[in-house]
T-cell receptor, first 115, second 109 residues
Framework: ETGVTQTPRHLVMGMTNKKSLKCEQH?????MYWYKQSAKKPLELMFV???????ENNSVPSRFSPECPNSSHLFLHLHTLQPEDSALYLC??????????????FGEGSRLTVL | AQRVTQPEKLLSVFKGAPVELKCNYS??????LFWYVQYSRQRLQLLLR??SRESIKGFTADLNKGETSFHLKKPFAQEEDSAMYYC???????????FGTGTRLKVLA
């Protein structure tokens, strides 16, 4: 499948659970992003990986742990989350180079509910 | 701090009427500005960027550095334009990509 794919699309977890969100891109991009989208808030940049190296970490709590094993895959490991962490988590990818960041290609998102 | 502001949460217009979705930004350097759109049940996707200076689906946006604005305009709205629109700013030389809160456009028949 081409484009950016996120799994699972929906996840319900308790505060003591450990779960992971997965993102794959088959576009040949070298940068991948995690964004959090909550109601009435702008898209919040959480993490950026460029060539599998974390280049941006926007003061995200340690209960969120990203992993980028290769340029096509990105994970977000979740542990002891809070109900306020319930949101839509979006993955995106882009080609980095030259002056700056180009177009972001987004996945459909993983809807997380923390009970 | 860098910021993107979209003052309108909801904008309703009639079909055939002109549309302007407002975007203001706060940034000290030379930003790259984008408009993204999310149609119902579809993923967020790029609509246009200021450096390309092109018209997509009849939409245009001009970067006004004096007013720090990047408003999205279309002379005649169509029902299929109904969607969520996000203005975004990319900081040159960094990986920061900042989004506004979005404006929902409803085009009424």
């Amino acid at each position: 499948e081409t484009g950016v794919t996120q799994t699972p699309r929906h996840l319900v977890m308790g505060m003591t659970n450990k779960k992971s969100l997965k993102c794959e891109q088959h576009l040949g991009h070298n940068a991948m992003y995690w964004y959090k989208q909550s109601a009435k808030k702008p898209l919040e940049l959480m993490f950026v990986y460029s060539l599998e190296e974390r280049v941006e970490n926007n003061s995200v709590p340690s209960r969120f742990s990203p992993e980028c094993p290769n340029s096509s895959h990105l994970f977000l490991h979740l542990h002891t989350l809070q109900p306020e962490d319930s949101a839509l988590y979006l993955c995106a990818s882009s080609i980095q180079g030259g002056r700056g960041t180009g177009e972001l290609f987004f996945g459909e998102g993983s809807r997380l509910t923390v009970l | 701090a860098q910021r993107v502001t979209q003052p309108e949460k909801l904008l309703s217009v009639f079909k055939g009427a002109p549309v302007e979705l407002k975007c203001n930004y706060s940034y000290s350097g030379s930003p790259e500005l984008f408009w993204y759109v999310q149609y119902s049940r579809q993923r967020l996707q790029l609509l246009l960027r200021h450096i390309s200076r092109e018209s997509i689906k009849g939409f245009t946006a001009d970067l006004n550095k004096g007013e720090t604005s990047f408003h999205l305009k279309k002379p005649f709205a169509q029902e299929e334009d109904s969607a969520m629109y996000y203005c975004a700013l990319s900081e040159a030389g960094t990986y920061k990509y900042i989004f506004g809160t979005g404006t929902r456009l409803k085009v009424l028949a």
